[in-house]
């Protein structure tokens, strides 16, 4: 059977036994698997409306929405496998790390994973990886919607190399975000100025980590230049950071195409890219609910091969760094940015095992950035279980698909059923699938009136 393809690399049998256990370690009294944490303050509050969000302070990494509608738990999440506790101001205590309730990791050629939560210490991640079985990860390096932060500290720094170790990941894993402040295709050379020293600061905390990925958005015209003109800005930049880096890679996504935003063809990154001086250090995110809602149809083999294609004609396969893994709430050709689980929104499951068969997405992290409702072990857990089964199986329609053990059906049930426990159990998504009161727990499908600052639909006038 496919499920024996799994391999423990810690934690429990299955997928589903690991999340009862660690719903076993999770009371409210906080007796968990425990994380180191070092150097930092106690977690502000959090905020409110759209931006609900936790955002630390004084050196300790955001934990936001990556996506604008995923939900990245804090440290006190209680399904996030980990406790802290405060040793006074500015310093925490050293703790230790269980890994009995983890999830298995499939030993695959297709890097699957999340983006998870970076809270209290960029070293973090990589627990909160490990823990839903992730082969991938991706995180905020800071808070992506303050334009300073504090430094990373030494200790973080030695204890997040540390644990990549440990954990067994290396850096073609990992595909840190950047902040959605950063518009470097603004014509204002004041405010893009400001974006680019934003940018460059994050590139410089990829090479202090030791990571070789940077995936950000390109930008906007913000109306007031032409895309020809804001290519050539976005390009500039990137040059400029490659002179004060080393060893990170400069990675666009492609974007779903509001507006003024660039990136929604994928001849607007090859524009990008034709400027740039040293092309060994940039690269291509592919977003799949973005692809979808740009007008790239990639529901079946066809529709994906015909992408795959164009993108390699206009762009080049050898740019591809990484993808996004997101379902979308939104039609074909929306040009709506709204990410939904995996088989439950327009695209559906059998778009993502074309992906999954596919060679060309081997060896690239291929991240979610779908709802998690702060139960990543429940949620993303499933998703990555499913998900991996799929990897490597070519089926073309549902008959083939039950001739090679796999129930698309079953799987979308599964992952139904996984989202509506966490709805039901968790604190809500936050951004575009959030609870409101009185809402019964269900969720508003791409409601205009909840758009996040930094989404796609925003022009990035003010950045």
């Known amino acids: 059977m496919l499920s024996s393809t799994l391999t423990r690399f810690s934690g429990r049998n299955s997928i589903s036994s690991g999340i009862g256990l660690i719903n076993t370690l999770m009371p409210t009294t906080r007796r968990s698997t425990r994380v180191a944490h070092h150097d930092v303050e106690p977690p502000t509050k959090k905020t409110k409306g759209n931006d609900a969000h936790t955002i630390a302070t004084n050196g300790a990494a955001a934990n936001l929405d990556p996506s604008h509608h995923t939900e990245h738990t804090d440290s006190t999440s209680s399904n996030q496998a980990k406790t802290v ?31 998870v939560s970076a809270a209290k210490g960029v070293e973090n991640a990589i627990i909160n990886a490990a823990s839903i079985g992730a082969n991938a990860f991706a995180l905020f390096l800071k808070s992506q919607r303050k334009w300073t932060s504090p430094p990373l500290t030494d200790t973080s720094i030695a204890e997040f190399k540390k644990r990549m170790k440990e954990y067994r990941y290396t850096s073609k894993m990992v595909l840190p975000h950047g902040s959605y402040l950063i518009n470097l295709g603004n014509p204002d050379a004041d405010k893009r100025e400001k974006s680019y020293t934003c940018f460059v600061d994050d590139l410089k905390r990829c090479q202090e980590l030791g990571l070789e990925l940077y995936n950000f958005h390109p930008g906007s015209t913000v109306g007031q230049a032409t895309t020809k003109e804001s290519l050539a800005f976005i390009a500039e930049c990137i040059n400029r950071a490659h002179k ?26 090859a524009g990008i890219i ?26 079946t083999k066809e529709g994906w091969n015909n992408t795959m294609k164009a993108f390699d004609e206009m762009i080049g396969l050898k740019y591809l760094r990484g993808m996004h893994l997101n379902d ?11 990410h939904e689980n995996i088989g439950l929104g327009y695209l559906g499951l059998p778009a993502f095992n074309h992906i999954l068969s596919d060679p060309r997405t081997q060896g690239i992290p291929l991240i979610l950035e779908t709802p998690s409702f702060e139960q990543p072990a429940e949620v993303w857990g499933k998703e990555i279980e499913v998900l991996q089964l ?32 966490a709805e039901k159990n968790g604190k809500g998504p936050k951004g575009k699938a959030q609870k409101t009161k009185g809402s019964g727990g269900k969720r508003k499908r791409g409601n205009a009136a909840q758009d996040d600052e930094g989404d796609d639909d925003d022009d990035g006038s003010d950045c």
Not at 398 to 417: N, R, Y
């Open 85 to 115: 506790k405060w040793k006074g101001k500015g310093k925490a205590k050293e703790s230790e790390v269980d890994s009995s309730a983890f999830l298995e990791r499939v030993d695959s050629q297709w890097l699957v994973g999340a983006h």
């Open 244 to 269: 004060e880096t080393e060893g990170v890679t400069a990675v666009l996504e492609n974007m779903a195409g509001a507006g003024n935003i660039i990136g929604s063809d994928f001849s607007h990154l």
């Open 274 to 299: 034709e400027l740039v001086e040293d092309k060994s250090r940039v690269g291509v995110c592919i977003d799949t609910c973005h692809t979808f809602a740009a007008g790239y149809d990639i529901r």
């Open 328 to 338: 979308s709430k939104t039609d074909y050709n929306s040009k709506k940015d709204r």
């Open 390 to 421: 799929m990897c490597g199986q070519h089926t073309h329609s549902p008959s083939q698909a039950e001739e090679s053990g796999l129930d698309f059906g079953g799987f979308v049930s599964q992952i139904k059923s996984a989202v509506k426990d």
